[in-house]
Nanobody
Framework: VQLQASGGGLVQAGGSLRLSCTASGRIFSINAMGWYRQAPGKQRELVADITNDGGTNYADSVMGRFAISRDNAKNTAYLQMNSLKPDDTAVYYC???????????????WGQGTLVTVSS
């Protein structure tokens, strides 16, 4: 199983970016997909996640500015980030909680990080 993330970059404060994450490989079912971030000198934190039935969860710091969505047919999750702030600068990591086969346990998988830099 691989998670391929894309969409990071440099943006001015107040701008927008859209991150994408696609899971590929041997996948039986995906329970949830989400985004975490890690800023320099800080611990990795949850940004947002979405379950297979569309339930969402957001960090308080991004509520109302970020929106997570998912295309189950494409095994892809999106994170629309609006009204970006310098404090949003971090490496963003895609996460998927899934079963690779019917008999496999549910596991966490991680994509490579994508850097989001918000300039003031």
């Amino acid at each position: 199983v691989q998670l391929q993330a894309s969409g990071g970059g440099l943006v001015q404060a107040g701008g927008s970016l859209r991150l994408s994450c696609t899971a590929s490989g041997r996948i039986f079912s995906i329970n949830a997909m989400g985004w975490y971030r890690q800023a320099p000198g800080k611990q990795r934190e949850l940004v947002a996640d979405i379950t297979n039935d569309g339930g969402t969860n957001y960090a308080d710091s991004v509520m109302g500015r970020f929106a997570i969505s998912r295309d189950n047919a494409k095994n892809t999750a999106y994170l629309q980030m609006n009204s970006l702030k310098p404090d949003d600068t971090a490496v963003y990591y895609c996460n998927a909680v899934l079963k690779s086969t019917y008999y496999s346990p549910v596991r966490d998988y991680w994509g490579q990080g994508t850097l989001v830099t918000v300039s003031s």
